[in-house]
């Protein structure tokens, strides 16, 4: 009986990863903001953008300029998302 408790919330654990896993906010900004609209063609290069920082400042640079009225806070969620999935630098 004891056992049977603990697997099932093993199991919910992991259930509540995978939902957290697909739900960073700044996944839903990208998906709205349309980036993918130009950067499925120009994939993001950890090598171009080589620092976390920089990342932040693309991520502004490309907002302005879609004129999405994203927020600081935004824009740096997003960027966290972006180096999540894509950049991996530290910060
Ligand atoms: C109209 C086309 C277009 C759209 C839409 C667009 N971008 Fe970009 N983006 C560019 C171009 C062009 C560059 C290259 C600029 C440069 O020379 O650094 C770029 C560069 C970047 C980079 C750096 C790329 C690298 O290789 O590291 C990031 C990060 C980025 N954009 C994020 C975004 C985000 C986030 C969005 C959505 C809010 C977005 N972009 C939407 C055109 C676009």
Redesign the pocket.
């Known amino acids: 009986m004891k056992k049977l408790t603990f697997s099932l919330t093993g199991a919910l654990l992991m259930t509540s990863q995978v939902a957290l896993a697909e739900e960073h906010p700044g996944a839903e900004l990208?998906k709205s903001?349309?980036?993918m609209?130009?950067?499925t063609a120009?994939p993001?290069?950890p090598k171009?953008?080589d620092t976390y920082p920089k990342?932040v400042k693309?991520?502004q640079f490309?907002?302005d300029n879609?004129n999405?009225g994203m927020f600081e806070d935004e824009v740096e969620q997003?960027a966290d998302y972006?180096n999540d999935t894509y950049y991996h630098h530290p910060k």
């Open positions: 990208h903001a349309n980036c609209s130009c950067h120009k993001y290069n171009v953008t990342l693309k991520v490309c907002s879609l999405t997003l972006l």
